[in-house]
Structure formats: C-alpha cells, structure tokens
C-alpha cells in the first residue's frame, strides 16, 4: 500500500497569511493526487485533482503542487472560511489511502 | 446535479452485519467510466477508503476489510449497497459514498455521510 504522510498534523495562522501543507507519498505517484477540505460536521469537499488541477469553482488563492513523491498545497492568503481540516489522497493504485489530515486552526 | 445520499442504520450490535445503501442522482452507474466508492471516518480520525464499484462491475476493496465487504448495485434505482460482515466496535464511523471523478479515482462529489455506531 502505499502510505500519504501530511505535514504539519496542524498548523495555526491568522487571516491572510500564506500556509503550505505538505503530502509525502512512500512511493512514486506520478501527478495522481488530490486535494480535500473537511469542515466540522460536514462531507469532503473535493479541491484540487492531478496535483494542481482546479475542480469547479475553487478560489484562485488556492493552489497545488508537485510530482512523485512530494506535494503542497498553498492558500495564499488565508480567509475565514478556509479554516477546516485539509487531506490529500493518492489514485496512483489500489488501494486508494489518503492522509492523516491537516488542521489549519485560527491563531 | 450530482448528489448522493447514505442511509441505513445508526447502530449495530458487534458480530452484526452493516448494510449501507448509497442513494444517487445525476448519473447513472451504466455509464462507462462511472464509479460509486464507499469511504469512512471513525471520530476524530482520518478517511479511509472502503471499495469502490464501477460501471462494469469491477469492484475494488480495501485489502485490510477484504473479506468483510461487499459492494452491489442497482442501477434501476440508482443505488449502490454496502454491505460489511462481523462489526466491531472499532468500526465505528461516518460512512461517505461517493461518484468517481470522470479521469480517475478520485471523489468529486460526496453524501453526507451516516454516523454507524457498534455497540452492544
């Protein structure tokens, strides 16, 4: 199987700043990733696809990165709304395995 | 307009089996390429991927919970069914299904999910 590890678990930041979260993938994975935003209570919200690719209407502040083994995803500047749990997930193979998530939390 | 709706009960004894339905509209699952996943989330935890049911009835499975799961569908009714042997405490969870994005295994739109508790 192949392991998703994100980096921070958590991250604090006010509104405006710039976050980076990062998805390691224990083996190669080409561009095969995607990016999700969870809020409290609620579903998955399906962000970003093949690494970089914008689904449906996704603020241009976020953005995705990487190829491999190694990818971000950057808000560039933080909004109220962005606060939520963020995890990344890997269609490289079966079976299919996300990661452990990243909370950005409100400083 | 994609939607999916989860149902099936909220609490189960251990040893029981869970039975899941995954109600959709906006597509059909006898479109080529379509594809119906099952992923959870026990609280405060991480997702985890179940199975996932395609067009053509090639099914995937989460080679840990392999032998305990079973994916079915109704395409007259625009349903899938989960079905999961033998819970256990620990798989207690929100239950997600979700439709296969169009260019591979990822989930573009999702249920709202159905808390299952396994307690006696």
């Known amino acids: 199987d192949i392991q998703m590890t994100q980096s921070p678990s958590s991250v604090s930041a006010s509104v405006g700043d710039r976050v980076t979260i990062t998805c390691r993938a224990s083996?190669?994975?080409?561009?095969?990733l995607a990016w999700y935003q969870q809020k409290p209570g609620k579903a998955p919200k399906f962000l970003l696809f093949a690494a970089s690719s914008f689904h449906s209407v996704v603020p241009s502040r976020f953005s995705g990165s990487g190829s491999g083994t190694d990818f971000t995803l950057t808000i560039s500047s933080l909004q109220p709304e962005d606060f939520a749990t963020y995890y990344c997930q890997q269609a490289n193979s079966f079976p299919l395995t996300f990661g452990g998530g990243t909370k950005v939390e409100i400083k | 307009q994609i939607t999916l709706k989860e149902s099936g009960p909220t609490l189960v004894k251990p040893t029981q089996t869970l039975t899941l339905t995954c109600t959709f509209s906006?597509?059909?699952?006898?479109?080529?390429?379509?594809?119906v996943g099952w992923i959870r989330q026990p609280p405060g935890k991480a997702l985890e991927w179940l199975a996932l049911i395609y067009w053509d009835d090639d099914n995937r499975y989460s080679p840990s919970l392999k032998s305990r799961l079973t994916l079915t569908k109704d395409t007259s009714k625009n349903q899938v069914v989960l079905t999961m042997t033998n819970m256990d405490p620990v798989d207690t969870a929100t239950y997600y299904c979700a439709h296969r994005a169009e260019y591979r295994a990822y989930f573009d739109y999702w249920g709202q999910g159905t808390l299952v508790t396994v307690s006696s």
């Open positions: 906006g597509f059909s699952l006898s479109t080529s390429g379509v594809g």
């Open positions: 083996q190669g994975i080409a561009s095969w």
